[in-house]
């Protein structure tokens, strides 16, 4: 469902730029600047946001923009109003275009200092369920409420979508990470859920493993990973446990679909506010969620340029950004 073709004109594809915060900005400017440099077709509508806004009018262009072109590339929006019926822009962009998924593949690059070498696991989370429902309350002064909300429907898209990725990618393992043994119910309806799906892939493995063990094993032997099946809270600590292994946040692009919307951005959706304007943040998970959208877009040639260049320069040319 999420190859469904975007907007089109003349063998151009219009592509929305959401920048966002911290040092979203710049990196953008770098992938610009290298789509003019490879003749990329892409023609950007970009959208600011101004994050201490407390209205939604840039929050509703941006989603206007976005089903018109089909297609996304964004850094991550800041939320800066302490009005506490604010919601996340970056949850209500997900949940307004239901980007059901997220996935974040994790591979090494060859000469990245890092704790291991030779990792290679995706990360399939959910975006729309779970903690980030966003549904929290006050129900008496000094007492919080916030609910998590866990449904059949979402964690069989999920789950469906992780064996089916394991089977197109010739991957062997599926593990669902959840904590089933303290949150019966909710968790455990989403382990259920997998386990039933599992079924009708008889050819992949499928396991599952508590969060809090799951933490301690990807830091300790994270090659028994292969794809994971994640809640969205327990995929947010893990992506970034897993991208600290491998080099840090400024490497790993994560891709978010729907039926009929894609968006494409780095994989840990960290803003980097506190080195913005320096020019010294890591372009590369920024250019790698270009490379995904032009893969999406069928512009497989432009993709495979832009990554080689990439490899090249970090692998072979050895370039850093500042440590």
């Known amino acids: ?115 291991h070498k030779d990792i290679d ?21 000094g007492v919080v409420e916030s609910m998590k909300v866990v449904t059949v429907e979402n964690a069989e898209r999920v789950a469906r979508y992780a064996f089916e990725y394991a089977r197109q990618n010739n991957r062997k393992r599926v593990t669902t990470i959840h904590k089933a043994n303290i949150m019966k119910l909710s968790d455990g309806l989403f382990l259920e859920v997998a386990n039933r799906v599992h079924k009708d892939y008889p050819e992949l493995e499928h396991n599952n493993m508590i969060i809090d063990n799951t933490c301690m094993q990807a830091v ?26 491998i080099g840090g946040a400024g490497l790993i692009s994560g891709r978010n679909y729907g039926d009929h919307y894609a968006i494409f951005e780095p994989g840990t959706r960290n803003t980097g506010t506190a080195i913005a304007g320096k020019n010294i943040a890591n372009p590369v998970a920024m250019i790698n969620a270009s490379i995904d959208m032009l893969n999406h877009l069928g512009h497989n040639e432009h993709a495979k340029v832009i990554y080689d260049a990439t490899y090249q320069t970090i692998v072979n040319d050895a370039i850093r950004t500042p440590g």
């Open 121 to 141: 696991i995706v990360l399939i989370r959910q975006n729309t369920d779970g903690e980030y429902a966003m549904l929290e309350h006050e129900s008496v002064r």
């Open 220 to 245: 300790s032997n994270p090659h028994q990973f292969d794809v994971m099946n994640m809640t969205n809270l327990y995929g947010t600590i893990v992506s970034n446990v897993i991208c600290g292994l």
């Open 1 to 115: 469902g999420s190859d469904l073709p975007s907007a089109q004109y003349g063998g151009r594809h219009g592509v929305t730029m959401l920048p966002g915060g911290g040092i979203g900005p710049e990196l953008m400017g770098y992938v610009r600047e290298i789509f003019r440099y490879c003749g990329a077709p892409i023609d950007f509508d970009g959208i600011d946001f101004d994050p201490s806004t407390e209205g939604n009018e840039d929050l509703e262009y941006a989603i206007t923009s976005i089903k018109r072109n089909g297609v996304a590339l964004k850094g991550s929006i800041e939320t800066k109003s302490q009005s506490q019926t604010e919601v996340s822009r970056n949850v209500a962009i997900r949940n307004e275009l239901d980007l059901y998924v997220n996935v974040v593949h994790c591979k090494s690059y060859p000469g990245i200092p890092a704790r």
